[in-house]
């Protein structure tokens, strides 16, 4: 267990709750400052990570790690950030289409195409449709 990893996930899950929308706009900020600390973390980590296995991967004959996974991974996991911080609803179903997309892409990398298809039509075009539907009906 590395606990550099373990400590950047429990300062990002610390800053993900004070950022969490309250009457309180204070906190919003510490929020903020403790998760970009918690992605730097995690960066480091990966760029550790990767420095270590990267020779033995080359060495192997193989490529480095893939880029596009972590890409899809970081827009991921910022895009539920959004969704679970954002106080307006329609802009929270707006991440969502992103989270979507992302996990559609990591579909494509995985070269389950049907999958990525499929995940985009349900998701993004009938449920969160109907999301957004439901809450213009709300107002």
Not at 26 to 38: N, Y
Not at 74 to 77: K, S, T, V
Not at 113 to 118: G, K, L, R, Y
């Given at each position: 267990?590395d606990?550099?990893l373990?400590?950047?996930?429990a300062l ?6 004070l950022?969490l929308?309250?009457?309180k ?14 992605v ?13 296995s990267g ?7 193989g490529?480095?790690p893939?880029?596009?996974?972590y890409?899809?991974g970081?827009?991921?996991?910022a ?13 929270a179903a707006?991440?969502?289409?992103l989270?979507?997309?992302?996990g ?8 389950a ?6 995940l985009?039509?349900?998701y993004?075009g009938?449920?969160l ?7 213009m009906?709300?107002?």
């Open positions: 267990m606990y550099a373990l400590a950047a996930t990002g899950a610390t800053g993900l709750y950022m929308p309250r009457g706009a204070s906190l919003v900020r510490l929020g903020g400052l403790l998760g970009a600390m918690a730097i973390g995690f960066f480091l980590y990966l760029v550790r990570t990767v420095a270590s020779a033995l991967a080359t060495a192997m004959g490529e480095g893939p880029v596009y996974f890409l899809f970081f827009i991921m996991i895009s539920a950030v959004g969704v679970v911080c954002q106080p307006k609803p329609v802009y707006l991440y969502f289409v989270i979507t997309l992302a559609a892409g990591m579909f494509v990398l995985l070269l195409e049907f999958m990525a298809i499929v985009i039509i349900i993004a009938a449920i449709v109907t999301y957004v539907f439901v809450i009906l709300a107002r």
